[in-house]
């Protein structure tokens, strides 16, 4: 039996999780794996629960796919375990076989510019946490008193955060947006969003998909600026022009951008007001601008922001030719970076946990035995969600490789998970925190008033470690009481098909509640 530990239960944990079990069962002499995937959260699917946008159900559906990662045999949810806190590294490469680190990037890049700790500015990821709901963020963090918001970036988390400020919140209803959260969005005095990108259209990372959404927005009236649309008006290089060339994506933004820019619209006028819905809205999308400095006193008043222009050798910078805007809020979006593992090698320069195709790498530069990495914390943060199926394929290959006579440099590799079936294999018997023992009715088991039962030391890993710290995990069928309590709460409000729980004592209540 190989014992492995995933920390992290996001798209690049879960996806790793199913990749050792099913290519492990593959092998040339199958190997039997057990998964135990830590989280700190007593909430599973990291990014898709808590980083994916209320109004993007289809993207949110591969939480369904992910769930049945943890609903395999071979696989246990522990949540509420925190590394760093509740177990050490060394514990992990004491207790498992193997352990891959998963955590994803939490944390937004700064700006490093003058003001940009004013009240009134803030990441991006604190503003998604907490139209996400998520327990680290109050319910009350935001009030959306401002009447202009300035978001800097034109990424997909940019444009996410700007259709949710601009959106008619009616049409969240539906959604699991937590209650706290609507009711402010429809107390919201936001007029106009400004979403503000270093250099020109071509260059912006946001995918064709999402940049139409803003123009379907009922009531909001996206805006582009004629001379920031134009291809060479600031790029004597040609460098747009030859990724609208090359790049399909690129085409496709510039179609919707060029659609923007001969619009009618003044720039300069206030926004439409009288819409039917009450909450018109007008969406700035700006290119070639970067802000150098955030201005107020006691809190944000506007931003400085200066014309920025690439020469006809190719140098990107500054003009010297500055704009003032006004904005009472400024969020920024430039980039996630993944933050240090308590004991873990770690790159700061990189802010990646220094690897070689997942096996984590020594002071030395040598592969350390049993330490692996995948995802965002890997690679760095790229892709789409997608990309870490591959990735965690890489990382488990390699893993396989070295614990148990996997395919080699050189062998056939072994398919992608998603090309491999599960092994036919029941679940161990009478370990509470194997999920499928409950899967019969899943249900029943959020139900079940007896609660979780501390496992007996021996029957996993990380059971006497934890025990002796009075620490219980949160179990697969825990998480399930959190679910029924969603729904719950959404058949109460008439909303949708669940309403997320909006801090972490009411999370904690649904999953432990006070009556065991």
């Known amino acids: 039996m190989l014992n492995v530990a995933v920390v992290g239960s996001g798209p690049a944990g879960l996806y790793a999780a199913e990749a050792l079990v099913k290519q492990a069962a593959a092998l040339p002499v199958p190997v039997p794996v057990r998964v135990d995937v830590i989280d700190r959260l007593p909430t599973p699917y990291g990014l898709v629960r808590y980083g994916v946008a209320p109004d993007h159900k289809s993207i949110k559906s591969i939480a369904q796919y992910l769930r049945k990662v943890l609903e395999s045999p071979d696989v246990r949810f522990l949540g509420g375990v925190h590394l760093g806190e509740d177990v050490t590294r060394d514990d992990l490469v004491s207790a498992y076989d193997a352990v891959i680190y998963a955590t994803g990037a ?9 003001g940009e700790d004013l009240p009134g500015s803030y990441a991006a990821t604190d503003f998604v946490n907490w139209y996400c709901g998520h327990p680290d963020i109050g319910a009350s963090a935001f009030t959306l008193d401002a009447e202009s918001v300035a978001v800097i970036g034109v ?62 927005l009922p009531g909001v009236e996206v805006v582009v600026h004629g001379d920031e649309a134009d291809l060479n008006a600031f790029d004597l290089a040609g460098e747009g022009v030859r990724l609208v060339e090359s790049d399909r994506r690129v085409r496709g ?29 007008r969406l700035t999308v700006r290119f070639w601008l970067r802000p150098t400095e955030i201005l107020g006193t006691e809190r944000v008043e506007g931003i400085t922001l200066e014309r920025t222009a690439i020469s006809a050798d190719g140098k990107f910078g500054g003009t010297g030719e500055f704009e003032t805007l006004d904005a009472q809020m400024v969020l920024r979006s430039v980039g996630y970076q993944s933050v240090p593992l ?10 990646v ?18 330490e692996y990495v995948a995802g965002w914390l890997k690679r760095g943060p790229t892709g789409v969600i997608g990309t870490n199926k591959s ?89 399930l009481r959190i679910e029924t309590a969603e729904a719950d709460l959404a058949k109460e409000l008439g909303r949708g098909e669940r309403v997320k729980l909006h801090n972490a004592e009411a999370i904690w209540s649904a999953c432990r509640p006070e009556s065991e």
């Open 106 to 114: 939490m944390r937004d890049r700064r700006l490093g510019i003058p």
């Open 155 to 216: 990424g997909n988390v940019a444009v996410d955060v700007a259709r949710i400020l601009a959106r008619d919140p009616h049409e969240l209803h539906a959604t699991d947006v937590p209650q706290p959260v609507l009711e402010a969005l429809h107390a919201s005095k936001v007029r106009e969003v400004h979403m503000i990108g270093r250099r020109g259209p071509a260059h912006a990372k946001f995918t064709t998909k999402e940049l139409r959404e803003l123009g379907e």
């Open 253 to 281: 933004n510039l179609v919707a951008i060029t659609k923007w820019a001969q619009g009618t619209a003044d720039p300069s006028a206030e926004p439409a007001t009288g819409s039917p819905s009450g909450h018109s809205r």
């Open 342 to 351: 308590p004991g873990v090698p770690f790159d700061t320069r990189g802010s």
């Open 353 to 370: 946990v220094p690897n070689a195709q997942g096996r984590v790498l020594g002071e030395d530069g040598a592969p350390l035995p049993g």
């Open 391 to 479: 990735d965690a394929a890489e990382t488990v290959r390699c893993l396989l490789e070295d614990l148990a006579g996997g395919p080699g440099e050189g062998d056939v590799p072994l398919p992608r998970a998603g090309l491999l079936r599960y092994p036919d294999r029941p679940p161990p018997a009478a370990d509470p925190l194997v999920p499928a023992a409950e899967l019969a009715d899943p249900a029943a088991a959020a139900a079940d008033p007896a609660g979780p039962a501390a496992p007996s030391d021996g029957e996993w890993p990380l059971a006497g470690v934890l025990a002796g710290r009075g620490i219980v995990p949160v179990s697969y069928a825990e998480w």
